[in-house]
């Protein structure tokens, strides 16, 4: 009977003990969730830049390979460019030509404008001489007025009386010359104008097709200059998928290289969990991958909808089948400054990570 007793009180002891071990860390784990919300649905996430040609053609050569770190500016392939040297020769030489046709242009500009000048000084020197001859006309008509009273009075001989006669004719004569000669000048003076109107705006034809020729030219540059693919920021290049020889598209995506100056953690909370989640909250961030070393973040932002919203198919709960599920929201944590800097460098994109969020 005593035996029994005393494996009854171990018994009750040891159930004590549990009880209590449980009862334990159970008011822990709710003290904990009061003050915390965590998730293992969190991955590790930096900037991922395309590399994009610009222009179609074969690959010449790959300077670069498989998880190769790269600066900006490296050059990472190049493109055979011997087409684009071809069009950037044809477009140097239409910009040549389209600036010889300037000169020209401005040269039968001048010359217009001289002419023009001409006929002016022409046109003023006519009237000047017209006026001449009026003069003499009228002394002329006034000597054949008094040359004409005196003859019908026989104090003049007929031969003075026809010299006044004549001179009056001549002055005439003169006169309609003169006016006639100032005419022409008046018209050569239009039709000079015309033509110098005519080579202005040739002119600026020949100006407009110097910005032409002058874009088609930096555009064909532009093309020589795209052959040459260079790295747009620091960071280590992705499994390069091309080899020389291949042919390359405008707009095809080849490989990416990751920027790791910029690393951040999106971690999908349970839309029930956001109750007391904000911006600028402390994250503890465990990485799998390193299971000794803890990352510290601060919340930075939420998903403006949830991650289902953004799939290729996304629900639609007005089917008639709806079954409520609970949804998860994307929140993007940045790691803080506090951290290791040569430990946050060996995070990658993709990793697993669990985080625990402190809401107080």
Do not use: C
């Not at 071990?21 to 822990?28: L, P």
């Not at 140097?92 to 006929?119: I, M, R, Y």
């Not at 040739?202 to 093309?223: C, G, W």
């Amino acid at each position: 009977m005593e035996e029994k007793k005393k494996t009854n009180k171990k018994f009750l002891f040891i159930f004590g003990a549990l009880i209590l071990v449980g009862g334990t860390y159970g008011i822990y784990k709710y003290m904990h969730a009061l003050a915390h919300e965590e998730t293992d649905d969190a991955q590790i996430e930096k900037n991922m830049n395309p590399i994009i040609p610009r222009v179609a053609g074969y690959v010449t050569k790959v300077y670069v390979k498989d998880n190769d770190f790269v600066k900006k500016g490296d050059t990472l392939f190049t493109i055979d460019n011997r087409d684009y040297m071809v069009r950037l020769e044809d477009a140097n030489a239409a910009l040549a030509a389209a600036q010889s046709s300037l000169a020209v242009s401005k040269a039968d500009v001048g010359s217009a404008d001289a002419n023009v000048s001409v006929s002016e000084a022409n046109v003023q020197s006519a009237g000047g001489n017209i006026e001449t001859a009026k003069i003499r006309l009228t002394r002329a008509q006034n000597d054949f007025e008094r040359y004409s009273n005196l003859y019908k009075n026989h104090s003049i001989t007929k031969q003075q009386y026809e010299q006044a006669e004549a001179a009056k004719l001549e002055a005439e004569s003169q006169l309609r010359i003169l006016q006639q000669q100032q005419r022409a000048s008046a018209y050569q003076k239009s039709v000079t104008q015309a033509r110098s109107n005519v080579a202005g705006k040739q002119t600026e034809v020949a100006a407009a097709n110097i910005k032409s020729a002058q874009a088609k030219r930096d555009a064909a540059q532009l093309n020589v200059d795209y052959t040459v693919v260079t790295a747009s920021i620091d960071g280590q290049v992705s499994k390069i998928a091309i080899q020389p020889g291949q042919f390359v598209q405008p707009g095809q995506s080849l490989f990416y290289i990751i920027n790791n100056q910029e690393v951040w953690v999106v971690a999908n909370f349970k839309e029930t969990q956001l109750d007391k989640m904000v911006v600028g909250q402390k994250a503890i961030i465990h990485v799998d991958a390193y299971p000794d070393t803890d990352f510290e973040g601060t919340i930075t932002s939420f998903s403006p909808a949830t991650g289902s919203r953004f799939s290729l198919l996304p629900p639609d709960n007005a089917t008639g089948n709806f079954v409520k599920t609970i949804q998860r929201l994307p929140v993007k944590i940045n790691l803080t400054a506090q951290n290791d800097a040569e430990k946050v460098k060996l995070l990658r994109p993709g990793m697993n990570v669990d985080v625990d969020v402190h809401l107080k």
